[in-house]
């Protein structure tokens, strides 16, 4: 089945710091999601992406859909503890098939 | 938040025996869906239900079954479990098609199979 291919699998960073992660496939999505889920929780939908070459913010977080649709990228700026968690990105290929999910990025933030 | 229940929060049980986890929607949504989640592998989905009495397999069905008797309620049996079953086991819904990228997932149930 497809895969999708999360890194870095954790980061340990300083509060403050900005933060990026990525995700990549070997197959075309038409659309990107990245989830957000905290401990002890199911996770949270962030941003959905839709279009190729889209670059789409909520707050502090921004995601983009690569151009050749086979990835996906989130940037966090100014990480603060909150942001702790696991975040999950997630591929769909076309519409009503089922989400792909990547292995997620574990996040720790360092106060 | 999404109106998601999921029963029992934590179970510890034993290899052999049967076990089944209970996923309730207040939402009316009319897709449900069970993932499993372990270190390094994400989400996979087991199965999902597009309308009471219809369900379907996903990529890791096997050793699963799953009911749908009415709206709310998707419960998922483990008929007979093995260690290999043990996981953190989250409900899902969306209220779109079949694989709506809007999933709204319930709070998770960790299973333990000794």
């Known amino acids: 089945g497809q895969q999708l291919n999360q890194s870095p699998q954790s980061m340990f960073i300083q509060e403050g710091e900005d933060v990026s992660m990525n995700c990549t496939s070997s197959s075309i999505f038409n659309t990107w999601l990245w989830y957000k889920q905290e401990p002890g929780e199911g996770p949270v939908l962030l941003i959905a992406l839709y279009k190729a070459g889209e670059l789409t913010s909520n707050g502090r977080l921004t995601a983009q859909f690569g151009i050749t649709r086979k990835d996906s990228f989130l940037n966090i700026s100014a990480s603060i503890p909150s942001d702790v968690g696991i975040y999950f990105c997630a591929g769909q290929g076309n519409a009503g098939n089922m989400l792909t999910f990547g292995g997620g990025t574990r996040l720790m933030v360092k106060p | 938040d999404a109106g998601i229940t999921q029963s029992p929060r934590h179970k510890v049980t034993e290899t052999g025996t049967p076990v089944t986890l209970r996923c309730h929607q207040t939402?009316?949504?009319?897709?449900m869906y069970w993932y499993r989640q372990d270190p390094g592998h994400g989400l996979r989905l087991i199965h999902y239900?597009?309308?009471?009495?219809?369900?379907d397999k996903g990529e890791v069905s096997d050793g699963y079954s799953v009911s749908r008797s009415k709206t709310e309620d998707f419960l998922l049996t483990l008929e007979s479990a093995t260690s290999s079953q043990t996981s953190v086991y989250f409900c899902?819904?969306?209220?779109?098609?079949?694989?709506?990228?809007?999933?709204?997932f319930g709070s998770g149930t960790q299973l333990s199979v000794l």
């Open positions: 939402e009316n949504h009319r897709y």
């Open positions: 899902a819904i969306s209220d779109g098609q079949a694989g709506s990228e809007k999933l709204f």
């Open positions: 239900s597009y309308g009471v009495k219809d369900t």
